[in-house]
C-alpha cells in the first residue's frame, strides 16, 4: 500500500464519516420537525371557547315564527332583550314612540330585558323637573307592559341612547332617577359604547 493510496483511503473515511454526519443531522432535523408538526396540529385542534350570547328584539310587535323559536332557543344566554317602545321629545313633550304590541300566541322560555330607546334630543334643554318626571313615566310605563303582557323578566332594564357631550349630564341624572324608582335588587344597564360615559 502506498502513500498516496493510504491518503486516498483516509480522505474517502473522512468524506464518509462526514456523509454520516450530515446524514445524522438531517434525520435529527427531520425528527424535529416531524414533532414540531404534530405540536401544531395538536395545538390547532384545542376545543374553540364557546361565546354566550342572546338577541334583541327590536321590532313593535311582539311575536316569533317557528324559525325564530329555534334560533332563539340555541342561544346559551337566557334573555331576550326586548325594545318595549322608544322615547322621543314632540313639540316639547316626552312621548312614547313605537310601543311594542304582543301576539296573543308569544311564548318563550327566555327571560324578557326591557329595552328602551330615547332620543338624543329628549335630553336637549331638560330641567331636573322634567328628569324626574320623565324617569318615573319610563318606569311607570315599563311596570305595565310586563303586567300586561304577563312577560317573564329578570331583574334588568336595559336604556339605550345616542347622547351627546351637549346631554350627557342631564342623561346620567335622568339614568339616577331612574335607578331610585327601580326595585331593591333590580339592575339598570345602558347600552351606551365603552368609553362614551
Not at 351627546?164 to 345602558?190: P, Q, S, V
Request: hydrophobic residues 35%.
Amino acid at each position: 500500500m502506498n502513500f498516496f493510496h493510504l491518503k486516498n483511503n483516509i480522505s474517502n473515511f473522512e468524506n464518509k464519516v462526514n456523509g454520516l454526519r450530515l446524514l445524522t443531522h438531517f434525520i435529527s432535523l427531520m425528527k424535529l420537525m416531524k414533532l414540531l408538526l404534530v405540536l401544531l396540529i395538536s395545538l390547532s385542534c384545542h376545543k374553540k371557547d364557546n361565546h354566550h350570547y342572546s338577541f334583541y328584539y327590536w321590532k313593535t310587535h311582539l311575536t316569533l315564527k317557528q324559525d325564530e323559536k329555534k334560533v332563539l332557543e340555541q342561544a346559551t344566554l337566557p334573555y331576550l332583550y326586548t325594545r318595549l317602545f322608544d322615547v322621543d321629545k314632540v313639540n316639547g313633550k316626552f312621548q312614547p314612540v313605537a310601543v311594542i304590541t304582543k301576539d296573543q300566541n308569544f311564548r318563550t322560555d327566555k327571560q324578557i330585558v326591557p329595552t328602551i330607546f330615547i332620543t338624543n334630543r329628549t335630553f336637549l334643554n331638560i330641567s331636573q323637573n322634567d328628569i324626574h318626571f320623565l324617569a318615573e313615566s319610563i318606569h311607570h310605563l315599563i311596570e305595565k307592559k310586563i303586567k300586561d303582557y304577563d312577560l317573564t323578566t329578570n331583574n334588568e332594564i336595559q336604556i339605550d341612547c345616542d347622547w351627546t357631550g351637549g346631554t350627557r349630564d342631564d342623561y346620567f341624572k335622568f339614568l339616577n332617577e331612574l335607578k331610585k324608582g327601580l326595585r331593591k335588587g333590580n339592575h339598570l344597564h345602558t347600552s351606551s359604547p365603552p368609553g362614551k360615559r
